[in-house]
């Protein structure tokens, strides 16, 4: 078991909603069922476009009287401009929290026991004027903490015991569990949710009932039209750019996303994956070559 430890994300930030109708504000939003959320229970969830299309990855918490929505700390700015859109006449109260309180990500070691806390995604508990929680898409990814900056050493390396790690030993973790990273990996405007994992990585929930972008995200789970899937893969190679093509031979097979090293994501056409394997045909992007691999938690095959 790796030695436990804390990466520091200094690209997430956080927004907090106050006031007596955030709740239901927020859950007429967004993809997941708020009604799942409490004190002890983290959620994740995205905020889509009117047509379904990936706009805003949340993590979100309840500390106190307060909604806490950590995202990307570079579009921190654009979910409140989003969110106050929506607001109109609801009481809700939206500010930029970014600077109250900082993210980390705690990895390896038996961080439930080492924590305080049941073994099971997603389960939180406040912390010193913030929260930290098991990482509610996996529990292999570890856990997060949303503390204040005066007291993150305090709390994670003095009262946790946590040593802190370089950011690579996270992504190296994400990128090899084929977890993505916000608008990193999921195209603004152009991403759907099922290719991207949210079902299998409890981000969406069918059964709530409405939220912004829920009709285009019904049908493709309904009707089965997800054609391409986010996951990871074994880079041979130079590690291509984001953006940079996936092709089997001639053929269009995909687009690479995030990476370090030799792993990385890349969103790739399920049927060219299925072709590659049985002709034995590589897919390539660049100079190198592209392995894809099914995660254990997804709900597709290459066989």
Request: proline share 7%; hydrophobic share 40%; glycine share 10%.
């Amino acid at each position: 078991m790796d030695e436990a430890g804390y990466v520091p994300l200094e690209a997430r930030g956080v927004v907090a909603l106050g006031g007596p109708e955030a709740r239901p504000f927020l859950q007429g939003l967004i993809s997941n069922d708020l009604d799942r959320m409490s004190p002890g229970q983290a959620l994740y969830a995205a905020l889509l476009t009117p047509q379904g299309k990936f706009l805003f990855e949340l993590l979100i918490f309840q500390v106190g009287d307060r909604i806490l929505l950590e995202t990307e700390r570079e579009r921190v700015a654009a979910l409140v401009q989003r969110l106050t859109l929506y607001r109109l006449r609801s009481k809700v109260e939206i500010a930029d929290v970014s600077g109250d309180l900082r993210v980390a990500a705690l990895l390896g070691g038996d961080l439930p026991a080492r924590l305080g806390l049941d073994p099971r995604p997603g389960a939180c508990r406040a912390l010193d004027g913030g929260v930290v929680a098991l990482d509610p898409r996996l529990i292999e990814l570890g856990a997060r903490a949303l503390l204040p900056p005066d007291r993150i050493t305090a709390v994670l390396e003095e009262e946790f015991g946590l040593r802190r790690r370089p950011v690579e030993a996270y992504e190296r973790r994400r990128l090899t569990l084929g977890v993505p990273d916000g608008s990193r990996d999921m195209v603004l405007e152009r991403a759907t949710l099922l290719e991207s994992g949210f079902e299998e990585l409890h981000g969406v929930d069918f059964k709530k009932g409405c939220f912004v972008g829920q009709e285009l995200t019904a049908r493709m789970k309904y009707r089965g039209l997800v054609r391409k899937r986010l996951m990871p893969v074994r880079i041979h190679g130079p590690a291509p750019e984001p953006g940079t093509a996936i092709r089997r031979g001639e053929r269009d097979a995909g687009e690479m996303r995030s990476s370090v090293g030799d792993v990385g994501l890349a969103l790739v056409r399920l049927e060219q994956a299925l072709e590659a394997r049985r002709s034995g045909t590589p897919l390539a992007a660049g100079e190198a070559r592209i392995e894809p691999e099914v995660p254990p938690w997804a709900n597709f095959s290459l066989d």
